[in-house]
């Protein structure tokens, strides 16, 4: 039998090319930079039209599935998730990483039907790195299959995380304390790499152990969730509970010994939830 969500993706994978080559190719030109909701909150115009030219092309094919994305949701667009097939978009992800041509650059793309992930793209462009995974059918990097490391012990492992601005001086001081929590197990050490999607592909391919985030948004997480778990590795919430897309946070680890030991040293940022209107 005709797998449909497999088409999906098939087709997702030459819009996904075409988005990245617009990326590489306005990494040349000079970049024209607008803020959001702070001075460190950037979006571009390739963002735009990235996001533009995914969700159209998508649309011509797919006319009745919904899609959630970013720069549609800055706009005002819902981002309530149901259980229509729905594309979940961040046209760029690391969009501070391409201001500043930091090769950690992606485009993430996550499918869901019934509010269930079926299968996950994120294709680190500026590196040519496509990472994919079906659900039930393994994750991949341009085409190999790829694995977390599988490592058990937290005082081993390399950990992944998000560092940026904090309006709020205690949400400040929270993020540094879990940082320092973590450094003084000891890990071996913390990254951050700039984009979530790749940070989560990083994990799933063996280069880190772990990362943890709160504050993204489910565009962020989509697509990695499922080549994560596609790769052996373990997603769950900070608190050592059940993932949860809309939540706007979570731990992606090599193992569940390792993911709960984060959840257990962290302490919990508020951030909302992105399936709650405004």
């Not at 087709?11 to 040349?28: F, H, N, P, S, W």
């Not at 799933?204 to 962020?220: K, N, Q, S, T, V």
Request: net charge negative; proline share 4%; with cysteine.
């Amino acid at each position: 039998m005709m797998d449909p969500w497999q088409e999906c993706m098939d087709y997702c994978l030459g819009v996904t090319k075409e988005a990245g080559k617009m990326i590489r190719d306005a990494v040349q030109r000079e970049i024209s930079i607008m803020q959001k909701s702070s001075p460190v909150d950037l979006v571009t115009e390739t963002d735009q039209k990235v996001e533009e030219l995914i969700i159209s092309s998508i649309k011509k094919t797919y006319p009745s599935h919904s899609f959630i994305g970013e720069e549609s949701v800055a706009a005002g667009a819902s981002s309530v998730l149901t259980d229509n097939p729905t594309w979940i978009i961040d046209p760029i992800d690391g969009t501070t990483n391409f201001v500043h041509r930091f090769p950690f650059v992606s485009v993430s793309i996550g499918f869901t039907v019934n509010k269930q992930i079926e299968f996950g793209i994120v294709y680190s462009c500026i590196e040519d790195k496509m990472y994919t995974a079906r659900k039930g059918k393994g994750a991949f990097c341009n085409g190999a299959p790829i694995k977390v490391s599988r490592q058990q012990d937290i005082t081993k492992s390399l950990v992944l995380t998000e560092m940026g601005f904090k309006k709020d001086p205690e949400h400040f001081r929270i993020m540094m304390a879990n940082m320092e929590s973590l450094l003084t197990i000891p890990v071996h050490g913390i990254r951050a790499p700039g984009s979530a999607a790749v940070n989560m592909c990083l994990v799933a391919c063996g280069a880190a152990d772990a990362y943890y985030h709160m504050g993204i948004h489910c565009w962020d997480m989509a697509g990695g969730a499922a080549i994560i778990t596609e790769a052996g590795g373990v997603i769950m919430d900070v608190t050592g509970g059940t993932f949860d897309l809309m939540s706007r946070r979570l731990i992606a680890a090599s193992s569940r010994s390792i993911a709960r030991c984060i959840a257990k040293k962290i302490q919990q940022l508020p951030c909302g939830r992105d399936d709650v209107e405004n």
